[in-house]
């Protein structure tokens, strides 16, 4: 009698310990949660809701969400798959717009995380650095804005090629201007300098200008956003009426080819000479969901061989669903079918209409709009 009262004891004090040990531990895991949550920008709130979705999807060390990608990108793939059901009961829908917001504070913390790495690309302090082929602008005071490109650049000289603008140049010598070199290195951030123009000469085929190097270049600005590739059709509008920024258009735009995308940005491929400081509205589709970027061209370049200018927009501030949207493109965090096939059916039907107005069929490599932005 006794042996078997103290066996009950003993294992009555074994499943006592075993669950102090377990609560002790879960305890321990949600206070680390909490403090790194809170070390890493998030509000009580905000790590509640990211609390639910730990218990839900069951992790084992909730506290990974903050300092594991892989964990990271599990949980806004499991907001994401909960803010995109089709039927929401009156729960889901009381979480909607808290979940909206939070993904879009994840994708920040993944964004920042992302522009934190290094990128194998150190500053550069002096025009000697200069890639050659590198793009150029050109600001000339009281003249306006040239497009340009380094020809040649070594200790002694800095060779670009004649700037040229949407504008007729006229036949004035260059030979004395001072004028204001920027430039965008990629991966890296703007830079500006002054110099002066002390020649002008043929250099590798190319009507060219010599001019005098720089010893102290100006950086301007990092990059603000992560960019991907794509390869999607899109429609583009000028935007008239900034009331009307982000209302679906019905209609059929001007062909373009979408070649890249960010939430603070794109860049456009279209047929004809672009304008810069356009307002621009483009709508295409990614993963089946309609998606407006209204905006502002900053940069065009021309390539006069084939008529085509590559137009970068700076996006106006995006709707939180859109920029989630284009967010969970950017980082892989979306549903794994991207079907287009909607977009694509749009296109086809509007051919006859766009071959009324003489622009060219929407293709990869023939993206010919037959207009010009001037």
């Known amino acids: 009698m006794f042996l078997t009262a103290f066996v009950f004891f003993a ?17 321990t895991a949600w206070n680390l949660f909490y403090s790194r949550g809170k070390d890493s920008g998030f509000s009580v709130r905000e790590m509640e809701l990211l609390r639910r979705v730990a218990v839900q999807e069951k992790l084992e060390e909730p506290s990974a969400i903050f300092y594991s990608l892989e964990r990271l990108e599990f949980c806004i793939k499991s ?36 522009m ?16 050659e082929g590198q793009n150029l602008r050109v600001l000339v005071e009281g003249s306006g804005v040239y497009r340009s490109q380094v020809v040649k650049n070594d200790n002694e000289n800095l060779i670009i090629s004649l700037p040229i603008s949407n504008r007729a140049n006229g036949s004035s010598s260059w030979v004395g201007k001072k004028i204001s070199l920027y430039f965008w290195r990629e991966e890296d951030a703007g830079y500006v300098f002054d110099t002066e123009v002390i020649d002008e000469l043929f250099a590798k085929g190319l009507a060219s200008l010599k001019v005098i190097h720089s010893d102290s270049l100006f950086r301007t600005q990092k990059r603000k956003s992560i960019r991907i590739k794509v390869n999607k059709p899109a429609y583009l509008y000028l935007l008239e009426d900034d009331a009307k920024a982000f209302v679906p258009e019905t209609e059929p735009g001007l062909n373009c080819y979408m070649e890249d995308i960010s939430d603070s940005g794109c860049a456009i491929t279209v047929g004809g000479l672009g304008e810069s400081d ?39 501030t995006l709707p939180i669903e859109t920029r989630n949207k284009i967010l969970a493109e950017v980082f892989g965090t ?15 039907e509007a051919e006859a209409m766009y071959a009324d107005r003489g622009i060219g069929a929407m293709a990869k490599g023939d993206v010919n709009m037959g207009i010009s932005f001037n």
């Open 334 to 348: 979306t549903a794994d079918d991207d079907d287009d096939l909607p977009f694509k059916l749009i296109s086809e």
């Open 11 to 27: 294992v009555l004090l074994g499943v006592l310990f075993m669950h102090y040990i377990k609560t002790n531990k879960e305890r």
């Open 79 to 114: 907001l994401v798959r909960s803010t995109n059901l089709g039927d929401m009961d009156d729960q889901d829908a009381i979480y909607y717009e808290e979940n909206q917001n939070l993904l879009s504070k994840l994708f920040d913390f993944r964004q920042r995380i992302e």
């Open 278 to 316: 356009l307002r621009i509205k483009v709508q295409f589709e990614l993963n089946s969901n309609p998606i407006i970027m209204s905006g502002t061209v900053r940069s065009v370049a021309y390539k006069e061989d084939i008529n085509r200018s590559l137009l970068r927009v700076e996006a106006d």
């Open 116 to 131: 934190d790495k290094p990128t194998g690309r150190s500053d550069i302090y002096h025009s000697r650095q200069i890639s």
